[in-house]
Each structure stands twice: as structure tokens, then as C-alpha cells.
């Protein structure tokens, strides 16, 4: 005999039916939105569309007497239709006609409005705002900006971040300062994740090396993953001698590896014995591989040897990283060609160097007929 039912087949159907109108509510719901969505935006058009000229007359840096300017300023938009409209126009442009919408935002009190939207108790309206901000591109504005990079939300203080950057070297010292100190994890909340970071310093410039030197020794074992990672795209000589520290011993195995490719961007000839040393078979894998590309960065006949050295190691990823180095500089193309014409080569040795001299001829269009 089969167990009796607990769920009779007409609460099943009441329940089917419930759930059929709420996904038609919700459908209902969703197409309601996009149609009023579509509906304000085509109301704002309509708004805007008498001061469109003087706006793109404006962006295009064709207002020279400040008429479109000082209409633009005396408009009256209660919606803030009209400074959202600028703000978007602003990051499309950049040089003068940037200055001339930034000056017609202040001419409106769009930047007071600005600053104080970033205390709004919205983390949408905060991070909005602080975006608005770094588009101005204001050195006085950058006090603002680094309360940002304390506020409550993770999101705000990764716009704030950008925000910065977006400033440039105008932001000073103690704004790259304070970037690297926001990757820090504090009070169990994660800090500005360390690629927004990097590309902020970076966009620096050579404002952010102190505080980049400072952070290659910080405790934070991310501080130093940015502070190198940065070091090598500034191009930072200054702090050689600290990445190839950090490269021979730091204890986390992405900052080596960080370091190590900092020391290939960098393209110094004397980093070469560390970097040879850091291909030796009792370092870990990823980090043989990364001193690997970066001997091919330094394109040094020394450099040439070690490479051509490991295209015979056990690890194949290896020995592949190494013949691509290889093929990257003069030196190392002419060890490749050695190697693919030595008839006393081992087999398998010249058979890798012809198909990498191969590959790169096909990367550089260069087929023989």
C-alpha cells in the first residue's frame, strides 16, 4: 500500500496559481519601471533640449566669449538635470573645454551641492558623488576625497580610490599615502582592492614614490604587493634595491613574484645576477617563471644565456616562458638561432628553437614565401 498524501492536490494548485500571479506581478513590475524609466528620460531630453547647444558649444571649446557659459549658469534646474548632464559631458572631455564645464558647475554651486553628498546616509549617492569629484580634477577638492577612503562602505572607499587617481599628481604625497594605506584590511573590513590602487598610484605619477618606498617594507603584505607592483610601472629605479629584497625574501609568494616583475620593468642591467638567481631550481614555480620574463625584459647577453640555460629545465612551462624571453630581445634571438642550427643539439632542444623562432616570425608577419 502506497503512504497516504500529506499534501492534498488542491493546495498544490492554490499554491501553483499564488505563484503564477507573483511572477506576473513581477513582470508587470519590471516592464511598469523600464516604461517610467523611459518616460523621465525622454521629459529630461525634452528639458535639456534648449540648452543643448550651449553645452556642446561649451565641451567643444568654441564658447570664447562665455555666453553659452553664463546661460548655462543661470539656469534654474531644481531635477540637478542639467548638472548631471555636465558631469557626464565632463568625462568625455579633458583640457580646456574640462576647465570651461568644470567653471560652469561651480558657477552653479554643483560642487558645494557635491561635497556635501558625500555624507548622504546613501552609499549610492556618497560613491556618486565622489566620482563627480575626481572629474574635477581639483587639488583642493582632495581632503574631501580622502574621507572617502574611511567611509563605512567598501564601494566608496574603491570610487574614492579612483577618485584620487583621477585628480593625478596634483593630489600630492599625502593622497598616495593614504591610497596605499587603504588596501590595509581594518577592523575586519577589507581595504581597496589592490588593483584600483595600483592603477590609482600609478596615475600619480612620480608623486607616489616615497610613499611607495615607505610601503615596499609595510607589515601588510598587500601594501607591498601594490608599493612593488607600482615601483616597476612608474618605473621607480629608486627602489631597485628594495624589490630585490623583496624579491629574494619576502615570505609572500605574490609580492616576490611582484618584485620580480618590477625588476624586469625596470630594465636594469645590474638587476641581471639577482634575476638569474631567482630562476634557480630551488625557488617555487611561479617565481622562476616571472625572473624568466624578466631576464627577456632586460635583453642582455647574460641575460641571453640563463634563458637559453633553462629551455632544457624538467619544468616545460618554464623552458616555454624562456624561449618566448628569448625571442623578445636581439641577444636572445641570435642564442635561439645558435641553438635551432647547432647539429650537435640534442633533438628535442633544436626542434623547441626552431618552432619559437618559428612562432615569432609569425608574429612579426614575416613568412617565407
Same mark, same amino acid.
Given at each position: 500500500m502506497t503512504? =497516504?498524501s500529506?499534501?492534498?492536490s488542491?493546495l498544490?494548485?492554490?499554491v501553483?496559481?499564488v505563484?503564477?500571479?507573483l511572477?506576473l506581478l513581477?513582470a @508587470?513590475?519590471?516592464v511598469?519601471?523600464?516604461?517610467?524609466?523611459?518616460r523621465?528620460?525622454a521629459? /529630461?531630453r525634452t528639458?535639456?533640449a534648449p540648452?543643448r547647444?550651449?553645452?556642446l558649444?561649451?565641451?567643444?571649446g *568654441?564658447d570664447a566669449?562665455?555666453?553659452a557659459?553664463?546661460r548655462l549658469?543661470?539656469h534654474?534646474d531644481?531635477?540637478g *538635470?542639467?548638472? $548631471?548632464a555636465l558631469? &557626464?559631458?565632463l568625462?568625455k572631455?579633458r583640457?580646456?573645454?574640462a576647465? @570651461?564645464?568644470? *567653471?560652469?558647475?561651480?558657477?552653479?554651486?554643483?560642487?558645494?551641492?557635491?561635497v556635501?553628498?558625500? $555624507?548622504?546616509m546613501s552609499s549610492?549617492?556618497r560613491?556618486?558623488?565622489?566620482? /563627480?569629484?575626481g572629474?574635477?580634477r581639483?587639488?583642493?577638492l582632495?581632503?574631501?576625497?580622502?574621507?572617502?577612503l574611511h567611509d563605512? &562602505?567598501?564601494?566608496?572607499?574603491l570610487v574614492?580610490?579612483?577618485?584620487?587617481?583621477?585628480?593625478?599628481?596634483?593630489?600630492g604625497?599625502?593622497a598616495a599615502?593614504a591610497v596605499?594605506r587603504?588596501?590595509r584590511?581594518?577592523?575586519?573590513?577589507p581595504?581597496?582592492?589592490?588593483?584600483t590602487?595600483? *592603477?590609482?598610484?600609478?596615475?600619480?605619477?612620480?608623486?607616489?614614490q616615497?610613499?611607495?618606498r615607505?610601503g615596499i617594507t609595510?607589515?601588510? &603584505?598587500g601594501v607591498?604587493?601594490?608599493?612593488?607592483?607600482?615601483?616597476?610601472?612608474?618605473?621607480f629605479s629608486?627602489c631597485a634595491?628594495?624589490l630585490?629584497?623583496?624579491?629574494?625574501s619576502? =615570505?609572500?609568494q605574490?609580492?616576490?613574484?611582484?618584485?620580480?616583475?618590477a625588476?624586469?620593468e625596470?630594465?636594469?642591467?645590474?638587476?641581471?645576477?639577482?634575476?638569474?638567481?631567482?630562476t634557480?631550481?630551488?625557488?617555487?614555480?611561479?617565481?622562476?617563471?616571472a625572473?624568466a620574463?624578466?631576464?627577456?625584459?632586460l635583453?642582455?647577453e647574460?641575460?641571453?644565456?640563463?634563458?637559453?640555460?633553462?629551455?632544457?629545465?624538467?619544468d616545460?612551462g618554464?623552458?616555454?616562458?624562456?624561449?618566448t624571453a628569448?625571442?623578445e630581445?636581439a641577444?636572445?634571438?641570435a642564442?635561439l638561432d645558435?641553438?635551432?642550427?647547432d647539429?650537435?643539439?640534442?633533438a =628535442?632542444?633544436v626542434?623547441?628553437?626552431?618552432?619559437?623562432?618559428?612562432?615569432l616570425?609569425l608574429r &612579426?608577419g614575416?613568412?617565407?614565401?
Open positions: 503512504a =497516504p500529506i499534501i492534498s488542491g498544490l494548485h492554490v501553483a496559481v505563484v503564477l500571479c511572477c513581477l @508587470a513590475v519590471v511598469f519601471s523600464k516604461l517610467l524609466i523611459a523621465r528620460q521629459a /529630461t528639458r535639456l540648452l547647444p550651449d553645452l558649444e561649451v565641451a567643444a *568654441e566669449d562665455g555666453a557659459r553664463a549658469i543661470a534654474q531644481h531635477r *538635470e542639467l548638472d $548631471r558631469v &557626464s559631458v568625462t572631455v583640457g580646456a573645454p576647465e @570651461a564645464l568644470v *567653471e560652469v558647475l561651480r558657477g552653479r554651486d554643483a560642487v558645494g551641492r557635491t556635501r553628498a558625500t $555624507r548622504s549610492v549617492h560613491a556618486r558623488a565622489f566620482r /563627480t569629484l572629474l574635477l581639483d587639488a583642493d582632495v581632503p574631501d576625497l580622502l574621507r572617502g563605512r &562602505s567598501p564601494e566608496v572607499r574614492a580610490a579612483r577618485a584620487i587617481g583621477a585628480v593625478g599628481p596634483p593630489a604625497e599625502r599615502r596605499l587603504a588596501v584590511t581594518q577592523h575586519a573590513q581595504g581597496v582592492a589592490a588593483g590602487a595600483t *592603477e590609482a598610484l600609478v596615475r600619480l605619477g612620480v608623486v607616489s616615497p610613499a611607495v615607505e609595510d607589515d601588510d &603584505s607591498r604587493l601594490v608599493a612593488a607592483t607600482v615601483a616597476g610601472r612608474g618605473l629608486a634595491a628594495q630585490a629584497d623583496l624579491a629574494r619576502d =615570505p609572500d605574490l609580492v616576490r613574484i611582484a618584485a620580480t616583475q625588476l624586469g625596470l630594465g636594469r642591467p645590474a638587476d641581471g645576477p639577482v634575476l638569474t638567481a631567482l634557480g631550481a630551488v625557488e617555487p614555480v611561479a617565481v622562476r617563471r625572473a620574463t624578466a631576464l627577456g625584459r635583453g642582455t647574460d641575460a641571453a644565456v640563463t634563458l637559453a640555460g633553462l629551455r632544457g629545465d624538467a616545460r618554464l623552458a616555454g616562458v624562456a624561449a628569448l625571442g630581445s641577444p636572445g634571438q642564442a645558435r641553438v635551432a642550427a647539429p650537435a643539439g640534442s =628535442p632542444a626542434r623547441a628553437a626552431r618552432a619559437t623562432l618559428e612562432v616570425r &612579426s614575416k613568412v617565407d614565401q
